[in-house]
Every structure is written in C-alpha cells, then in structure tokens.
C-alpha cells in the first residue's frame, strides 16, 4: 500500500514538473526567446535523466491527475480559464449569485461557470439568515470588552438577543418614532369677566402675595384688581400713550410700567407715585421683565433694542443690540442665558448679561416672534409665532419640537409648573397645550362683550395666578376675562382623544 501512494505521488510530480517545463521561456542576453523543438526535447531528457531516473521505470496511475477542463479555454463571459492549482488540494465555496472571478490559482466547477439567480425561497432564506445591521450594532454595544458574543455565529446571537425570534425581526420594518400619550388636563371653563378699561387691555401681571393682579391698557391707564373678587382698588395715570407691559417686583413694594410713550416708570406701591424714570430708548417700548435675583430690569423696543437697567441708580448698564426689527418680548431668568428676547425679525436671541452680547441667535421661525415664555420647572422655553409655537432646550437653544394647529398672530404664552401651555392669539383664539408631548387638549373663543364688535376679538397677554388655579387673559374687547379648572370633569366625561401619530418634528 505505501508503495503505491509513493508510485502515485511520485508520477503526480513528474508529470506537473514537465508542464511547467513544456511552458517556460528561458532568457537570452536578457529577452525571452520561446525553445524551439530540439531544444526543448534536448532539456526534457536531460531533466528527466538528472532529477527522475531513479523513478522511470515505475508504472503509472493514469486516473491521480486529471485537469478540470481543456487548456486555456474560455467560460460564458470570456474569461480565460487556467488548469487547477499544483498544490495540495483546496477545496473552494463559492456562494452568491455571480461567478467567482476566475484567475490564476481558482478553481471553477460546472456551478460557477455560469451565472445563476437564486430561486425565491433561497432568497428569503438567505435574507432571514443575516442579521439586521440595527440588530448587529446593539449587540456590539452590549457585548462587554473581550466580548464573548464575538465567538457566537450571527444568527445565534440575534437569537439570544431577541428572544429566538430572528425570523422575524429580521424581516420586520423599523417602526417611526410615535408621541406618547399625553398627560390628561381637566379642561378650563371661563367665570368671570372683568370690566372698567375703556380701551384694549395690553398687559396683565399677578402680584407675588397672590392678592390682587395689575392691568395696563390702550386708555393710558394702570389699574390694579382684587384677584378674589374681581373689583377695581386703584387706577394709575401718568403714561401719555397704551401701555404696553406691567410687573410688579417681588424684592421691593415696586410696580414698573412700559408704554408706546417710550417711557419706563418704576411705581411705589406705598405712595401710588412714580419714584423713577428710565429714559433711553428711541420708540415705543413694548416690553419688560425683572430679573429674579438681582436688581436689574430689562426693556425692549421698537427701536430693535433692548436695554438693561440698574434699578436703583436708574443707569443703563447695557443696551442690546443685533435685532434688525422691534424687539417684541423679553425675558429674565437666573440661569444662563439670563436674557432672551423674540424680535419681528423673526429671530431669538440669547444673551450674555455680564458682557451685553449675543450668545445665540435662533432663525428657525418665519414670522415676527411677539412671545416667549420659560417653563417655571424644565430647563427649557416656548416661542410662539404664526407660522408655529416651537420649543428650545437651554443653554444653547436646541430645537425640541413645533406645537402646530394655532394658525394665527400669537401674542402672548404662558405655562404652569403642570405642563399646561396657553397659547393666545390676535383673533380671540386661546389653545391649551400638554407640553410635553405639544397634545392641543383644549381651543376656546370667547364671545366679545356686548358693545364691542367682532372684529374686537383678540387676546394680547395672559397669565396664571400665583397658585396656578386660575387663568388670566387681557383682551381687545377691553375685559379681563378669569378661567379655571372644571372641576367636574373627569378622564371618562373629556377623555383625551389622541392616537398614536408618527411624529413630524421639522426644523422649518
């Protein structure tokens, strides 16, 4: 038996050793000149006689060496074919739908000369074998460094990750990201309005002691309200023109009043008089806000500036400038950025108070921006504008989401540490938001009070009180009309009517 398989490798290497003789070209003065005839035969015995004479005479195996195919002949696609490799034997899997590219060293059977589609069960099959490449990078993040999952094969790891049920999750579409399901608000229900402006009330702001809310109004007149009641305790004159914005300062007994006048006043609540003055601004000032702890006051204009003001030496410590349009609403907070304004330029801008600069500038809105509003809990706001109310996240302004639905000129936002957004808008429109997921849960539009027309339909500012319960509008048809919660509804008699929509949250 030995004998034989040394006969067979030894003719198997006397025959290979003549091919590659028969095909070599020798060089001469550094050409390759092909041997001719004599020559050739003259180098075969000489070979032969030097490296296999001790071998000639053992028979041969004629059936251990047989070529693949005819020499040098072409497949289907034109590709010149070589005989199979003189080595060892190596056995080659080809997979997939085209032929292995032939060369040098390839073997190529009956199967991979021609180029042959997969029927469709294979297809599927080979489909729900490979694992989904979302599936493939989850289980690389889960596998811990060294990972042992690297020793699993593919399709058993899916396995294990997905509960055996690779089959399908392979072949299941990614679902599109959904809105959650809103928090239930009870409705708000309107009981009582409020009348004695003689012209369109502007501005509305609840005192911090809870007790009385103050109004600025078109008539040029500052009135202050008891909240319980409803009755008018004092009126204020002294702007020359509407005013157009009211605080009431919760470090000191101060009132400050804004108006088209361009003058900014600081009230002592003690005396009913106006103590100071802050004289800067070019135009109309349209807005204030009072930082929560520190004493500044902050105003914005007509003249696309806003301005910072000490509020005891009455110096303007900054003026802010970059809008290109009035500057339409302000806000303070303690955190940065510690200002924010919206413009008719249609832009936001945070600012740095310390250096009276601009740290961002936001451009996504399409119309003016007449509201912001921060939420009193979250580290975020809300802008509201007639193209959409869209929300940020601090410090650098990152788009969250838009609140679509409210198609009008949106004058004035407010929101509850509850999550309860009011939107109001210049047609008498007031839509109620979830913030979270921007669920529109309520739209009222009050009737306008006998002896104004429809067309005086319109809500300039709104506000809650301070224990949030009750829900303050200022109005065109020049009333101050209070909202609270219906505290006979239930999740069963307003139920909330939402379905599991695709979210669209698009920057434009």
Same mark, same amino acid.
């Given at each position: 038996m030995v004998e034989e398989v040394q006969k067979h490798s030894v003719h198997t290497l006397v025959f290979r050793s003549l091919k590659r003789t028969h095909d070599m070209f020798v060089a001469d003065n550094g050409k390759p000149v092909p041997l001719d005839e004599e020559s050739h035969k003259r180098k075969m015995a000489i070979k032969l006689r030097n490296e296999y004479g001790p071998v000639l005479h053992m028979p041969t195996l004629k059936?251990?060496?047989?070529?693949?195919?005819?020499?040098?002949?072409?497949? &289907?696609y034109g590709h010149k074919q070589y005989p199979a490799n003189q080595g060892q034997e190596v056995e080659y899997l080809v997979t997939g739908t085209h032929p292995y590219p032939p060369g040098p060293g390839v073997a190529l059977t009956a199967d991979t000369k021609i180029q042959r589609m997969p029927s469709e069960s294979a297809a599927q &099959? #080979?489909?729900?074998? #490979?694992?989904?490449?979302?599936?493939? !990078?989850d289980a690389n993040r889960a596998a811990p460094a060294g990972g042992s999952d690297r020793s699993q094969p593919a399709g058993m790891t899916l396995a294990v990750m997905e509960g055996g049920n690779a089959k399908n999750s392979a072949l299941m579409a990614k679902k599109a990201p959904t809105m959650p399901k809103p928090q239930w608000h009870p409705p708000w229900k309107l009981y009582r309005v409020i009348s004695g402006h003689l012209g369109w009330v502007r501005c509305i702001a609840v005192e911090p002691g809870n007790q009385w809310f103050v109004t600025g109004s078109a008539d040029r007149t500052i009135k202050i309200w008891d909240l319980a009641s409803g009755k008018l305790k004092l009126s204020l004159t002294g702007h020359i023109s509407t005013v157009r914005g009211v605080i009431v300062s919760a470090r000191s007994p101060y009132l400050f009043s804004c108006g088209e006048d361009k003058q900014v006043k600081c009230w002592d609540l003690e005396y009913n008089k106006v103590i100071r003055h802050y004289h800067g601004h070019l135009s109309a000032v349209y807005g204030l806000d009072l930082h929560p702890t520190i004493d500044v006051l902050v105003t914005c204009s007509r003249d696309s500036t806003a301005?910072?003001?000490?509020?005891? =030496?009455?110096? &303007? !410590? @900054? =003026? #802010? &400038?970059? @809008? =290109?349009?009035? !500057?339409?609403?302000?806000?303070?907070?303690?955190?940065?950025?510690q200002i924010i304004t919206g413009s008719h330029d249609t832009t936001i801008r945070l600012w740095d108070l310390v250096a009276g600069k601009t740290r961002v500038t936001l451009t996504n809105h399409k119309k003016s921006v007449r509201a912001v509003v921060l939420h009193p809990r979250h580290y975020t706001f809300a802008s509201g504008s007639p193209d959409n109310i869209k929300q940020w996240k601090f410090p650098d302004g990152s788009f969250i989401q838009n609140l679509s639905g409210h198609n009008a000129i949106i004058n004035t936002l407010t929101v509850n540490s509850d999550g309860v957004l009011v939107s109001g808008a210049d047609n008498g429109t007031m839509h109620l938001w979830d913030w979270r997921t921007g669920y529109n849960f309520q739209r009222v539009h009050a009737a306008v009070q006998p002896g104004s027309l429809d067309s005086e339909s319109g809500i300039f500012a709104c506000a809650f009180d301070q224990s949030e319960s009750r829900l303050l509008t200022a109005e065109a048809d020049k009333t101050i009309k209070v909202y609270r919660e219906d505290d006979t509804a239930t999740e069963e008699t307003h139920p909330v009517s939402w379905k599991p929509e695709i979210i669209k949250r698009k920057r434009f």
């Open positions: 059936e251990n060496f047989k070529e693949k195919g005819p020499q040098n002949a072409s497949d &289907s &099959s #080979l489909a729900v074998a #490979l694992p989904s490449s979302q599936a493939r !990078v301005r910072i003001w000490d509020v005891r =030496t009455k110096a &303007s !410590v @900054h =003026t #802010l &400038s970059g @809008h =290109t349009n009035a !500057v339409a609403t302000v806000r303070c907070q303690a955190a940065e950025p």
